[in-house]
Nanobody
Framework: QVQLVESGGGLVQPGGSLRLSCVVSGTIRNIRAMGWFRQAPGKQREFVAQ???????NYADSVKGRFTISRESAKNTVYLQMTSLKSEDTAVYYC?????????????????WGQGTQVTVSS
């Protein structure tokens, strides 16, 4: 099994920055893709960013140019650096993992999930 633990969420003013972390443990050799999703109150969970085991990444249009996903294999950690934050970025952010990389942006293609971390952008 695979366990994911997110951290780094909090309250930030519009225009500010946050870095989320996701530590992966368990049978990590089977993991080929990591993703970040978010869910705002009353809305469906949506794709934010993903990265393959060799560093190929892609982003939702709404965050492209503001968010950066990266991975530090030695620490089994994936990061989401968020800059120029907007109120509409407020959501619970979830880390997810999959045994293969397909470029899919569907949450159903990720079998492993963390518990989520709250990000609130407000003045």
């Amino acid at each position: 099994q695979v366990q994911l633990v997110e951290s780094g969420g909090g309250l930030v003013q519009p225009g500010g920055s946050l870095r989320l972390s996701c530590v992966v443990s368990g049978t990590i050799r089977n993991i080929r893709a990591m993703g970040w999703f978010r869910q705002a109150p009353g809305k469906q969970r949506e794709f934010v960013a993903q990265i393959s085991s060799v560093g190929v990444s892609n982003y939702a249009d709404s965050v492209k140019g503001r968010f950066t996903i990266s991975r530090e294999s030695a620490k089994n950690t994936v990061y989401l650096q968020m800059t120029s934050l907007k109120s509409e970025d407020t959501a619970v952010y979830y880390c997810a993992a999959a045994p293969y990389y397909s470029g899919s942006r569907y949450s159903n293609d990720y079998p492993y999930w963390g518990q989520g971390t709250q990000v609130t952008v407000s003045s």
